[in-house]
């Protein structure tokens, strides 16, 4: 249909209905994230915080106090009952899409592969426990869904649905933001190679591909049903990428392969310990000289308290049991023991592109000309 | 007839919260979560069809009231009423979902 946002070759089949439902999934998205959000906030900053104020004679200032004062509220009770019903209902809007046609897709994306980029896949690899045991997003079966099938794409043809109805325009901002970062402050940059780690189904990888066309592009997954998926996609596109099922923590990769090594919003779906490991596999892939940027949300002390909470519910609501640890984290003393050096690294923030504007609803606390940004960590070896 | 397509999962691991008593609260909401994006999803069907027919200049009223349907049709439409109260009636769905699977194992 032509209300149809951005197609490519992996796009499934939909009727009209199907459209509409997606349509109607992304306007409730929107509503949740904007209207009924912005009534939580107000809330929360006329109502609670100065209740709290007058009656302990000291503002709220702690995360886990607002959480207290604000968890038994009706209307944030219902806002956050409704945030969880809207994103189960995108995943089954999503998946009942998917189910009808799923064998096709699997095949088409056989036959999409014209030998542009590649694609390697190594059964044999043991997918780490914070991505085979959490079903991240509430997503159905998690990044390694493949319904039982074989060659199949399910995950990556699910994800890529559920992305769609984050906004239009929405496939691969973040690598959007990250590009604009690089060309503003690395104007000399001009990458051979660059690896993408955690790159799902390429989304932003294929950002990179057209920001920088004469790269060698690699970008490693754990999740051979994303891959799949992305390398369809991307030779459907005419993009060439070198696609590895590998483990970002420890890749096959021999030391200072890359100029540039990126992440989008992979480390707050890590660990602790996988997170330096990922760190410290940056640090060794670089070249003299070369560029990290992993870029995800902002961290805890570059939010207001009341953002802190919204975010934090995440953890709880959305499956993402290391999104609040990761927020809290040393980033800085991370990097310098992944082996750079302290004037060699440090914390930025990326601004949001315009294609974001419908989007976002963080309010960060300064740090960031137009208030509102994504944290990278930034590294030059 | 097709065989009918593989079953999908619907159920994402982890424990669900509750925020309104026992949960009842929040199954509700989802019902209504969902039956929202039901009713857009009718009014863009009939948006579309008064369109479609407009821009044919046929006038659709006096044939609605007076169609007949024949066996096909109705069992279409019994079907799509089925699948809305799948949609609708999720969580639920995804319960018994959970139920069946606790079974299995004891």
């Known amino acids: ?381 | 007839m097709a065989a009918s397509p593989k079953k999908l999962t619907r159920v994402a691991r982890g424990k669900r919260p509750v925020l309104f008593g026992d949960g009842e609260g929040d199954m509700f909401l989802s019902m209504i979560t969902a039956l929202t994006t039901e009713l857009m999803v009718m009014r863009d069907r009939l948006d579309t069809i008064e369109r479609v027919a407009a821009a044919k200049g046929v006038i659709l009223k006096s044939e609605i009231d007076t169609f007949a349907f024949d066996e096909t049709a109705l069992a279409e439409r019994d079907a799509a009423r089925k699948a809305l109260a799948d949609r609708v009636y999720y969580l639920l769905l995804q319960q018994a979902e959970r139920h069946k699977a606790a079974e299995k194992k004891s």
């Open chain 1, 1 to 381: 249909m032509s209300n149809r946002p951005f197609q490519h070759g992996m796009t499934p089949s939909q009727n009209h209905d199907e459209v509409a439902r997606e349509e109607a999934v992304r306007v409730m998205r929107f509503h949740l994230y904007s209207q009924v959000s912005q009534g939580t906030r107000a809330y929360f900053t006329n109502v609670v915080a100065p209740e709290f104020a007058k009656a302990e004679q000291r503002p709220l200032t702690d995360r886990a106090e607002v959480r207290r004062v604000m968890e038994d509220k009706p209307y944030v009770k219902f806002h956050l009952s409704l945030q969880r019903s809207v994103q189960e209902v995108m995943w089954n809007t999503v998946i009942e899409n998917i189910e009808r046609q799923l064998p096709e897709m699997n095949g088409r994306a056989h036959a999409l592969d014209r030998g542009l980029g590649s694609l390697s896949l190594d059964p044999a690899l043991e997918v780490p426990r914070y991505v085979a045991n959490v079903d991240i997003h509430c997503m159905p079966g998690g990044y390694g869904y493949d319904a039982g099938l074989d060659d199949s794409v399910a995950a990556g043809a699910i994800y890529d649905r559920g992305i769609s109805m984050y906004g239009r325009g929405s496939e691969g901002f973040l690598g959007q933001s990250v590009i604009a970062y690089l060309k503003k402050n690395f104007p000399n940059l001009r990458p051979a190679k660059i690896l993408d780690m955690g790159c799902t189904i390429g989304l932003s990888t294929l950002r990179y591909a057209e920001a920088f066309p004469d790269a060698e592009l690699h970008a490693v997954d754990v999740a051979a049903p994303c891959l799949r998926y992305g390398h369809a996609r991307a030779e459907s596109l005419g993009r060439k990428v070198h696609y590895s099922q590998q483990n970002a923590e420890r890749t096959s990769f021999a030391d200072a392969s890359f100029d540039v090594v990126i992440s989008t919003i992979l480390a707050h779906e890590t660990s602790t310990q996988a997170w330096k490991n990922i760190l410290a596999e940056s640090h060794r892939l670089l070249k003299p000289g070369g560029v990290m940027v992993h870029a995800d949300l902002p961290q805890f002390a570059d939010i207001d308290v009341y953002s802190q909470f919204l975010f934090g519910n995440e953890t709880k609501f959305n499956n993402e049991p290391f999104w609040s640890t990761f927020r809290a984290m040393d980033l800085k003393q991370a990097m310098i023991e992944a082996g750079f050096a302290s004037d060699q690294c440090y914390l930025d923030i990326a601004e949001h592109t315009d294609a974001q504007q419908g989007m976002r609803n963080t309010k960060m606390a300064g740090k960031s000309p137009t208030g509102f940004g994504w944290g990278v960590q930034v590294g030059i070896k």
